[in-house]
């Protein structure tokens, strides 16, 4: 594809170019394309249809995961999250073993170690990730889905947004079976810490521990507030939250 770099930006089809907006900028490619007929019923294109029936999987498996997960962190999500969480969807899905070609799907490749390795560190937002905002070591009870933070100090172990007045802490322990399409998800009560508040121990525990047979996920969000007369107000569009997932099971 090529990149407009006119003063007139151009949208529409013009003599056989499709000029468009994207996250990219403005952009033009040739337009064109195989009848959709064809691909799904000539025997030339059945690489085509295979790849393409594992490529919805994954999309699937990952829109699955941001489903599950939204009560926690509906305000903590970048413009990619969705390719992003695609991307991995299809690397644990091409670790199934047991289906032929065409019909390897993520829940059987979610059964390995490996498969789950990949999905720990996941940040929904990757403009405020885990690692650059929280300095401060967590401990992760990987039975009751609770997450502690021995002594925290805002000023000192959390990176904070300018006009930050509190921040908010939860934890999340999702089951999510990949195969039935199914999820369950318990959240902690948050957490809520003057940004200038002395240390403090933190344990975020949410009530319950899911009843769903799948795999389990736990993870953390941080989400940053300004108070305006016992009003809470969102920062940048909630540019600065988090929420990452920190153990999966």
Do not use: C, W
Request: charge should be neutral; charged fraction near 20%.
């Amino acid at each position: 594809m090529a990149q407009q770099k006119s003063i007139l930006k151009l949208r529409g089809t013009i003599g056989g170019i499709s000029f468009y907006k994207s996250k990219d900028g403005y952009l033009a490619r040739e337009k064109g394309g195989v009848d959709a007929s064809r691909i799904a019923n000539d025997p030339g294109f059945a690489r085509t249809r295979e790849n393409g029936a594992e490529f919805g999987n994954s999309a699937s498996a990952g829109k699955l995961l941001r489903d599950a997960v939204r009560v926690l962190g509906k305000d903590a999500s970048d413009g990619r999250v969705t390719s992003r969480l695609t991307q991995i969807m299809a690397q644990i899905k091409n670790m199934d073993e047991a289906n032929a070609r065409g019909e390897r799907h993520v829940g059987e490749g979610m059964a390995k170690d490996e498969a789950k390795a990949l999905l720990i560190g996941f940040n929904f937002n990757v403009n405020a990730a885990l690692g650059t905002v929280l300095y401060k070591a967590i401990e992760v009870d990987t039975a009751t889905g609770e997450i502690s933070i021995a002594a925290l100090i805002p000023q000192k172990d959390i990176s904070l947004p300018s006009g930050a007045s509190h921040i908010i802490l939860k934890s999340g322990f999702a089951s999510v079976n990949f195969v039935t399409g199914e999820s369950e998800m318990t959240v902690s009560a948050p957490l809520r810490i003057a940004t200038d508040a002395a240390a403090q121990a933190v344990s975020l525990k949410p009530a319950t521990v899911p009843a769903l047979e799948g795999t389990h996920f736990i993870l953390i969000s941080i989400d940053f507030i300004q108070e305006v007369n016992n009003v809470d107000y969102s920062l940048n569009n909630n540019a600065y939250n988090v929420l990452a997932i920190v153990s999966v099971d």
